[in-house]
């Protein structure tokens, strides 16, 4: 859902867990049970999409004080790395509100307990929420995953939001529904009139009179009178 912004988002944190909070059907959002652990805290920012190696080492490490920072800057908290009550307090109402959203999409038979903690049911049912948006299964909840979430969790609770929400600071921009284009209307091509080609006349071909060949007259060859003897 809108909650648990990343690198990009400057929403107003409470803006958003209000709209959450309609959202979900007779929630109530338990306070933080006890400080996280650091492993159990770096759970919570791998799972809502933060870069961060899941280990109990102390939380001092450049990587996981960039994730926190990240996680106190989306949310209006003091930007300092260091993972205080109050950056410990919105991480646990952000888990809460993504398994109250789970529970109301999913109905699953066993439902999530809403607690703090971002463990191994909490990953299956991110992981069937993937599969059911027809989403790449990784049992991350990032932003587009809970902005999905959210949407489907209003749909399934039927409540309309019955308060305004407060302008956040930065709305993710959305992108315009682009309007039908008008179909131009085609106008049928007028087939051209055929026009019967005219028969060429034939013109006889005149047959070449034979000139006649000449034959030549022969000549008389005289036979020579035999003179007679005396």
């Given at each position: 859902?809108?909650?648990?912004?990343?690198?990009?988002?400057?929403?107003?944190?409470?803006?958003?867990?209000?709209?959450?909070?309609?959202?979900?059907?007779?929630?109530?959002?338990?306070?933080?049970?006890?400080?996280?652990?650091?492993?159990?805290?770096?759970?919570?920012?791998?799972?809502?999409?933060?870069?961060?190696?899941?280990?109990?080492?102390?939380?001092?490490?450049?990587?996981?004080?960039?994730?926190?920072?990240?996680?106190?800057?989306?949310?209006?908290?003091?930007?300092?790395?260091?993972?205080?009550?109050?950056?410990?307090?919105?991480?646990?109402?952000?888990?809460?509100?993504?398994?109250?959203?789970?529970?109301?999409?999913?109905?699953?038979?066993?439902?999530?307990?809403?607690?703090?903690?971002?463990?191994?049911?909490?990953?299956?049912?991110?992981?069937?929420?993937?599969?059911?948006?027809?989403?790449?299964?990784?049992?991350?909840?990032?932003?587009?995953?809970?902005?999905?979430?959210?949407?489907?969790?209003?749909?399934?609770?039927?409540?309309?939001?019955?308060?305004?929400?407060?302008?956040?600071?930065?709305?993710?921009?959305?992108?315009?529904?682009?309007?039908?284009?008008?179909?131009?209307?085609?106008?049928?091509?007028?087939?051209?009139?055929?026009?019967p080609t005219a028969k060429p006349t034939a013109t006889p071909t005149?047959?070449?009179?034979?000139?006649?060949?000449?034959?030549?007259?022969?000549?008389?060859?005289?036979?020579?009178?035999?003179?007679?003897?005396?």
């Amino acid at each position: 859902m809108w909650c648990g912004f990343g690198k990009s988002s400057v929403t107003i944190a409470t803006a958003c867990l209000v709209t959450a909070s309609l959202v979900a059907s007779n929630t109530s959002f338990a306070a933080r049970q006890r400080n996280y652990s650091p492993q159990q805290f770096r759970a919570v920012l791998h799972g809502l999409g933060y870069k961060v190696t899941v280990n109990n080492s102390p939380l001092t490490d450049n990587e996981t004080k960039q994730a926190i920072r990240e996680f106190q800057k989306g949310y209006k908290l003091t930007v300092d790395g260091i993972p205080g009550p109050k950056t410990q307090d919105w991480a646990a109402q952000i888990v809460q509100i993504l398994q109250a959203n789970l529970n109301a999409v999913l109905k699953p038979k066993n439902p999530l307990p809403r607690d703090q903690f971002y463990g191994p049911q909490t990953e299956a049912l991110v992981k069937e929420a993937q599969k059911k948006f027809q989403l790449q299964e990784t049992g991350i909840a990032d932003l587009a995953f809970r902005q999905k979430l959210n949407e489907e969790a209003k749909s399934a609770t039927g409540k309309p939001t019955t308060e305004p929400t407060p302008t956040p600071t930065a709305t993710p921009t959305s992108t315009p529904t682009p309007k039908p284009t008008t179909k131009p209307t085609t106008k049928p091509t007028p087939k051209p009139s055929v026009r019967p080609t005219a028969k060429p006349t034939a013109t006889p071909t005149a047959t070449p009179t034979p000139t006649p060949t000449s034959t030549a007259t022969p000549t008389a060859t005289p036979t020579p009178t035999p003179t007679s003897t005396p």
